[in-house]
């Protein structure tokens, strides 16, 4: 198994640029996640979803969009890139069971600069 | 929502010595408790974890205690080798979260020979 994968691993950006960072999972999780991660800093979620067809907002959706239309693939798209939105970003996924979370595992992460 | 502290931000210890990180949690019903850590450029990566029906858990030289009356854990690590250097994140879930985990600060530790 890959695991999770993400591409490109580096993106440089012009402001006002968009662009899609991709995310793919091949242990049939039901559970995909986007964090961003700045430098020195904590991880925070930008968008989750639970299933195909199901997303939600996390903690600081706006400038992104996201799409679920597979289980195995979770894009997440950047519209009118801004210099606040440089940070390295993961994916993660997880399975859902009845004792409730479980471990997340994390793609290698997409390193984007924009100027 | 969940909110979780960790504590110290940095921590340097002596080879050999013992590391100890603690994060408090405010939501009562979080039943989930991680610990990631996170080497320079790499991903955050799960090193041990608990469930709050278990109040200590051990690998090898890390273990994690639970207090679910006072709503803190712990990360302990003994005898501490260079290669324990990284970042360590705490995280809290609850069973209605749909699998999200609220994240501490991290604590970054340096181990020095």
């Known amino acids: 198994n890959a695991g999770v994968t993400q591409t490109p691993k580096f993106r440089i950006l012009k402001i006002g640029q968009s662009m899609t960072l991709q995310c793919a999972q091949d242990?049939?999780?039901?559970?995909m996640y986007w964090y961003r991660q700045d430098p020195g800093m904590g991880l925070k979620l930008i968008y989750y979803s639970v299933g195909a067809g199901i997303t939600d907002k996390g903690e600081v959706p706006n400038g992104y969009n996201v799409s679920r239309s597979t289980t195995e693939y979770f894009p997440l798209r950047l519209e009118l890139a801004a210099p606040s939105q440089t940070s390295v970003y993961f994916c993660a996924s997880s399975y859902s069971s009845l004792a409730g979370s479980n471990e997340q595992f994390f793609g290698p992460g997409t390193r984007l600069t924009v100027l | 929502g969940e909110n979780v502290e960790q504590h110290p931000s940095t921590l340097s210890v002596q080879e050999g010595d013992s590391a100890v990180i603690k994060c408090t949690y405010s939501?009562?019903?979080?039943?989930?408790f991680p610990w990631y850590k996170q080497e320079l450029g790499k991903r955050p990566q799960l090193i041990i974890d608990i469930r709050s029906n278990v109040g200590e858990k051990k690998d090898q030289r890390i273990a994690v205690t639970l207090n679910k009356t006072a709503k803190h854990f712990s990360l302990h690590i003994t005898e501490t080798q260079p290669e324990d250097s990284a970042v360590y994140f705490c995280?809290?879930?609850?069973?209605?979260?749909?699998?999200?985990?609220?994240f501490g600060a991290g604590t970054q530790v340096v181990v020095t020979p």
């Open positions: 939501d009562s019903a979080s039943n989930y």
């Open positions: 995280a809290a879930s609850n069973p209605g979260s749909w699998g999200k985990l609220q």
């Open positions: 242990m049939n999780h039901n559970y």
